[in-house]
């Protein structure tokens, strides 16, 4: 699966297409929240490589098609369309899998922690093209779910082809606890801060709207109590923080307080 190769009985192989994918993730899902022995068989497998070999996977779809399509700019230009929403639906359920994975499993909690934190899958993120206008929020989700560990199916509020960049009739609904298919969000603990590490890395990439809804989002669980408190520090989120001096004519004085919290 790591290759997106697959191995048939008489030894053949071939290569998973991305519906087989996301059904692989999804399959992978249900297994992982069955029990925890197959979490930890996951884990000891270094099954969350996968974050890193699917990302990887994306740069060589994107390479494929340049190829292909290099004489043709509006085709090339469809397809780009077509593959990024193919890409979010396969990046979405294999999320979902490593929340399904790590959650209330310590051990796997600090492998996720070692990818998370490699400049490695910063960048692979980064390079995906998944982090624009008509995936952040998307992508945004998925990263705080992994970090609250909010168990949730890979089908749910998944509906890729909805990924739109015009603003929803309710913009403040983006991160509230709907979203997250809770009735409240104010006692969720960070478990997984890493992942909100690669947000704030990721921050200037984001809508002004979207990075003061998410900053404000952060602020809210930090202020949930000293478990979450102590979990953002201990990834270095002060350093974070104190790398953003934009945050001084962007924000409100109540976020400024938040972020300078971190520093001193």
Request: hydrophobic fraction near 40%.
């Amino acid at each position: 699966m790591k290759s997106g190769m697959v191995s048939t009985s008489s030894g053949s192989q071939f290569k998973l297409d991305n519906d087989a994918k996301s059904d692989t993730f999804g399959a992978l899902w249900r297994i992982l929240g069955a029990n925890s022995s197959a979490q930890r068989i996951f884990g000891e497998a270094t099954g969350f490589s996968l974050l890193l070999t699917t990302l990887h996977s994306f740069q060589n779809d994107s390479e494929n098609e340049e190829t292909e399509s290099s004489l043709h700019t509006h085709m090339k230009i469809e397809e780009t369309e077509s593959s990024l929403h193919t890409h979010m639906k396969i990046f979405g359920f294999l999320l979902r899998a490593m929340t399904a994975a790590v959650c209330n499993n310590f051990v796997n909690r600090i492998k996720l922690h070692t990818i998370l934190s490699s400049n490695t899958f910063y960048d692979l993120v980064s390079e995906s093209g998944l982090l624009c206008v008509d995936c952040e929020k998307q992508v945004i989700l998925l990263l705080l779910e992994l970090a609250l560990e909010i168990v949730l199916p890979p089908t749910s509020n998944l509906q890729v082809e909805c990924i739109s960049s015009e603003t929803s009739e309710d913009e403040s609904s983006f991160l509230s606890a709907a979203s997250f298919g809770l009735s409240r969000l104010d006692k969720e603990r960070v478990y997984n801060a890493s992942a909100v590490v690669v947000l704030i890395r990721s921050l200037l990439v984001f809508t002004p709207k979207v990075q003061l809804e998410l900053l404000r989002f952060i602020e809210k669980l930090a202020n949930a109590g000293p478990f979450n408190q102590e979990n953002l520090t201990s990834v270095g989120m002060c350093k974070k923080y104190s790398g953003y001096p934009f945050l001084l004519t962007h924000f409100d004085k109540d976020t400024l307080y938040f972020c300078y919290s971190f520093i001193t």
